[in-house]
Nanobody, 120 residues
Framework: QVQLVESGGGSVQAGGSLRLSCAAS?????MAWFRRAPGKEREGVAY???????NYADSVKGRFAISRDNAKNILFLQLDRLKPEDTAMYYCAAGGRNYCNLDSSLFDYWGQGTQVTVSS
């Protein structure tokens, strides 16, 4: 089992920044952030492997950055140059396999989410 607790969400204006954190009881090989906007399906945002390989959705490349603190078991997502279309509930996820991509079916453990709201 892996427990995940997200924090750091909030309301910001377009162009602003937020830093999301996810405290994990332990890390798995693949850790990721997903989001779900109202009326839309869940979308993979970014993942990072234990070897620190990262990958991002095209919609956030160059604006978001994922990182992990292995000593403290904390996963981060830095959100810069936020847009109104980034408004969503953001979820931390841990995958139970030894490979990684942004397919949500690969992830066995999920946090409760933290809300990000971006106003224009």
């Amino acid at each position: 089992q892996v427990q995940l607790v997200e924090s750091g969400g909030g309301s910001v204006q377009a162009g602003g920044s937020l830093r999301l954190s996810c405290a994990a009881s332990r890390f798995t090989y693949c850790m990721a952030w997903f989001r779900r906007a109202p009326g839309k399906e869940r979308e993979g945002v970014a993942y990072i492997t234990s070897g620190t390989t990262t990958n991002y959705a095209d919609s956030v490349k160059g604006r978001f950055a994922i990182s992990r603190d292995n000593a403290k078991n904390i996963l981060f997502l830095q959100l810069d140059r936020l847009k109104p279309e980034d408004t969503a509930m953001y979820y931390c996820a841990a995958g139970g396999r030894n490979y990684c991509n942004l397919d949500s079916s690969l992830f066995d453990y999920w946090g409760q989410g933290t809300q990000v709201t971006v106003s224009s």
